[in-house]
């Protein structure tokens, strides 16, 4: 099997989606989002799983990597529609918190290029929610980060799926071809 093989390149994908889950899961335990956290720990897992099925040319770890695939994506989209405000969801609920706490995106407050020394002190106090506000001069709305979070692990897991796919009926001709 050569370096550019559907295996090497799902390995690549895995170790890809790990890091860049790690990443997230390092963001959302920071802004205390309980549902983002739980996805993201499942999937990590579900990923070790299928680098493992990967390596060890385990089929079952690679399906069970593909189904949790399919649940991964449907998860990014909903939390997409959720920040864009799609579908009659709305980024200011509190499902991602699972209603236990009132915390959000830590991206909200520490977005980049976000910059909250321009309020006056006594603007502060003739304002019943302060946090309404949103015009700090940030480059990029926290909600877009969001968005782009999603996006990048939608991508990353697209392509895993379809190496997925090919692995797995790689593995099942290998094993058919030992049967003979």
Known sequence: MG??????????????????A?????????????????????????VILGLFGTIQYRARYVVLYLVWTLIWVAWNVFVSCLYLDLGGLSMESDLLSLGVSSHRSWWKDNGPG?????????????????????????????????????????????????????VVTTFSVEEGSYCK
């Not at 370096?3 to 860049?20: E, N, V």
């Not at 006056?120 to 309404?132: A, V, Y």
């Open 3 to 20: 370096c550019c093989s559907g295996r090497c390149t799902l390995i690549f994908i895995c170790t890809l989606q790990l890091i860049t």
């Open 22 to 46: 790690l990443e997230r899961q390092a963001f959302d335990f920071l802004g205390y989002q309980w549902a983002p956290i739980t996805v993201n720990f499942l999937h990590i897992i579900m």
């Open 114 to 166: 976000c910059d909250d020394r321009d309020f006056p002190t006594n603007r502060w106090q003739s304002l019943e929610s302060p946090e309404l506000i949103s015009a700090r001069g940030c480059w990029l709305e926290y909600q877009y980060i969001e968005v782009l979070h999603c996006t990048v692990q939608l991508i990353i897991s697209l392509l895993g799926f379809v190496y997925a796919c090919y």
